[in-house]
């Protein structure tokens, strides 16, 4: 079992950054490939970044890559989503996401997620 915690949302202006923090409970932490995503109002769901076991791997979704940065540190049970060059269709609730195994998934294929923390972008 794991228990996700997100944390870093807030209001950005257009241009800013954010980071975005996931803490995991549990000793099986690192055994997990992680992932985040992103709901904006009256949208689906979206992968943004995801992360393997090992942090050697990651993936960006087109919208963001090359503003938005994933690691991880599995020593603090943590993971992180570095946010630069915001825009306002960053605007969304922010979810991370568990998966056993080496890899993520730039689908729904995850077993354990968090809450969620709002991100805000003004123009």
């Known amino acids: 079992q794991v228990q996700l915690a997100e944390s870093g949302g807030g209001l950005v202006q257009a241009g800013g950054s954010l980071r975005l923090s996931c803490t995991a409970s549990?000793?099986?932490?690192?055994?997990?490939?992680m992932g985040w995503f992103r709901q904006a109002p009256g949208k689906e769901r979206e992968f943004v970044a995801g992360?393997?076991?090992?942090?050697?791997?990651?993936n960006y979704a087109d919208s963001v890559k090359g503003r938005f940065s994933i690691s991880r540190d599995n020593a603090k049970n943590m993971v992180l989503l570095q946010m630069n060059s915001l825009k306002p269709e960053d605007t969304a609730v922010y979810y991370c996401a568990a998966r056993p195994g080496l890899y993520y998934s730039v689908y729904d294929e995850y077993d354990y997620w968090g809450q969620g923390t709002q991100v805000t972008v003004s123009s």
């Open positions: 992360i393997s076991r090992s942090g050697l791997r990651t």
């Open positions: 549990g000793s099986t932490f690192s055994t997990h490939a």
